[in-house]
């Protein structure tokens, strides 16, 4: 069974899930995200389907969701699955990053393929 990635992202930001979306497929990864444009019952029994039985949950930060409150109470709905969560701070500067994201391990977007080929080697050798 593959291992599962939940990626939450503001809806300005599909681009980039799309982007860490790929990287992990290519990997041998599934990855799920939310698609807040499409909230059909389906689609969020889905999302929710896809949360449960997420091994790990990404959090993607960027300067479209720094400052919304809804990323801090999405971190801790997160924490709460007891799921392994990584931020992922794409374009900020360290000053710009929340206090209790940099309390965390976080992964800064250029070295994300890092990360990801480690954890592919992980969920392997698992």
Known sequence: ????????SSSKDI???QDIASRLELAGIDAHWANESAKSDKTISATNR???EADEIFVILTNES????????ALGAAY???RHVIPIVVGLQTC??????????????PDLNRYIVDLATRTKAA
Request: charge should be positive; hydrophobic fraction near 45%; aromatic fraction near 10%.
């Open 1 to 8: 069974m593959a291992y599962k990635v939940f990626i939450h």
């Open 80 to 82: 709460s699955t007891r």
């Open 50 to 52: 896809a949360l449960r």
């Open 15 to 17: 681009d980039i899930v």
């Open 96 to 109: 710009q990053v929340p206090s209790l994201i940099k309390s965390l391990k976080y992964i800064k977007y």
């Open 66 to 73: 720094v400052d919304d409150p809804n990323l801090m109470a």
